[in-house]
């Protein structure tokens, strides 16, 4: 069963920071907190993960609040093609076989 | 490669007919993940593997479904007497590592394309 809530929608307009929130209030101490988009029906794209720190790549950064119970997923500068559904996944290397296991996600419509 | 390759990317079948699905992951990857996408957002896992070892095969049905994994051949899933209910698209992701550590970029899975599997 996924650890995560998120809400099922969110819109954002072009240009904007698309902040996406995600509870995980259960997150034990060596679960990573991993992002995760499907744009259209094409494969999951990975994002970005986290464990304590906040983090930064070129696509988005994570900020983990410091009770690691949530986080945000941050795109800095939305685009039409950042329309997407988003999923926030908490995982460990060593449970559950380090899969994915996927909620139902955060669809999110960037508009001009 | 340097991505995941799935085949075919679309497959049609009537009911009680086999299908087969092909996945080449990512060369130097030693994990490969199936997983079935039956309506949006909801994805189901059924198996991984490490190299040609069945890895989790938790959410494999216990009937119908197979999968493998062989030295120098692409993975494989595959469906006997397909139900109208095996209509999906599935997906199949590679990864190098489960060890995650820090920054490590290793342990993340990627995805193919997907197969969309119709049983009429």
């Known amino acids: 069963d996924a650890k995560t809530t998120q809400p099922p929608s969110m819109d954002c307009a072009e240009g904007r920071a698309a902040n996406l929130p995600c509870n995980h209030s259960?997150?034990?101490?060596?679960?990573?907190v991993y992002w995760y988009r499907q744009i259209h029906s094409q494969g999951p794209q990975y994002i970005i993960h986290g464990l304590k720190n906040n983090e930064t790549n070129e696509m988005a950064s994570l900020i983990i609040t410091e009770d690691r119970k949530s986080s945000t997923l941050i795109l800095p500068h939305a685009t039409l093609r950042d329309t997407a559904v988003y999923y926030c996944i908490v995982r460990s290397p060593y449970n559950q076989g380090g899969k994915l296991i996927f909620g139902q996600g955060t669809e999110l419509s960037v508009k001009p | 490669g340097e991505e995941v390759a799935q085949t075919p990317k679309h497959l049609v079948r009537g009911e009680g007919q086999k299908a087969k699905l092909y996945c080449a992951p990512i060369?130097?990857?030693?994990?490969v993940f199936w997983y079935q996408q039956v309506l949006k957002n909801e994805f189901k896992f059924l198996i991984s593997?490490?190299?040609?070892?069945?890895?989790?095969e938790t959410g494999m049905p216990k009937e119908r479904f197979s999968a493998k994994c062989l030295p120098n051949s692409p993975c494989s899933l595959e469906i006997q007497a397909t139900k109208l209910e095996d209509s999906a698209v599935y997906f199949c992701a590679s990864s190098h590592s489960l060890i995650l550590a820090g920054n490590d970029q290793g342990g993340e899975l990627f995805f193919g394309e997907g197969s969309r599997l119709t049983v009429l």
């Open positions: 259960t997150i034990s101490g060596n679960e990573y």
């Open positions: 593997f490490q190299n040609e070892n069945v890895f989790d």
């Open positions: 060369k130097g990857h030693s994990y």
